[in-house]
T-cell receptor, first 115, second 110 residues
Framework: NAGVTQTPKFQVLKTGQSMTLQCAQDMNHEYMSWYRQDPGMGLRLIHYSVGAGITDQGEVPNGYNVSRSTTEDFPLRLLSAAPSQTSVYFC??????????????FGPGTRLTVL | AQRVTQPEKLLSVFKGAPVELKCNYSYSGSPELFWYVQYSRQRLQLLLRHISRESIKGFTADLNKGETSFHLKKPFAQEEDSAMYYCALSLSGNTGKLIFGQGTTLQVKP
């Protein structure tokens, strides 16, 4: 059971380049989320999904796209990278409805630098 | 608007001293609150949640709805407690969304 996996671990982009951050989970979780972590700002929700085919925006969605074609995968796309998107990105998943089941499990993170 | 505030960026204590990491929230609904911890070079992981009223690694946290607080406490800090701590709010209806505070770095000195 690998839990939540993210690739790549590190990435350097030039302004204007595009890329996809990959996230996968093997726990059959319905809910998946993307956060960015910036110093002094904690973790901020970018996009989330409550199941395959269903996504919605979080606090800071601009500049990012997501899709959820399978339960397991939830990729995050940067269409035209900007220096303001330099951050550490975390993917998380949780079971779904139910008070006892909403612990979020986090991936190891992707450190992205945009030059 | 929903908000979680952790007023201290850094809390530095000596080993054996009591620790209190502050967390205040703003939410009109029924809150579910959590503390997550990130040790050096490790993933963010759940430390405890208010609904279970448990003590994990000697830490406890009580939800005070009157003061809208969920402070994390430990009577005697250990060096291995040094980490980044995040308070988080889950909105009612369990949408899978968490609102995080800014985080507090706990540094326990020998």
């Amino acid at each position: 059971n690998a839990g939540v996996t993210q690739t790549p671990k590190f990435q350097v982009l030039k302004t204007g380049q595009s890329m996809t951050l990959q996230c996968a989970q093997d726990m059959n979780h319905e809910y998946m989320s993307w956060y960015r972590q910036d110093p002094g700002m904690g973790l901020r929700l970018i996009h989330y999904s409550v199941g395959a085919g269903i996504t919605d925006q979080g606090e800071v969605p601009n500049g990012y796209n997501v899709s959820r074609s399978t339960t397991e995968d939830f990729p995050l796309r940067l269409l035209s990278a900007a220096p303001s998107q330099t951050s550490v990105y975390f993917c998380a998943s949780s079971y779904g409805p139910g008070l006892a089941d909403n612990e979020q499990f986090f991936g190891p993170g992707t450190r992205l630098t945009v030059l | 608007a929903q908000r979680v505030t952790q007023p201290e960026k850094l809390l530095s204590v000596f080993k054996g001293a009591p620790v209190e990491l502050k967390c205040n929230y703003s939410y009109s609904g029924s809150p579910e609150l959590f503390w997550y911890v990130q040790y050096s070079r490790q993933r963010l992981q759940l430390l405890l949640r208010h609904i279970s009223r448990e003590s994990i690694k000697g830490f406890t946290a009580d939800l005070n709805k009157g003061e809208t607080s969920f402070h994390l406490k430990k009577p005697f800090a250990q060096e291995e407690d040094s980490a980044m701590y995040y308070c988080a709010l889950s909105l009612s209806g369990n949408t899978g969304k968490l609102i995080f505070g800014q985080g507090t770095t706990l540094q326990v000195k020998p």
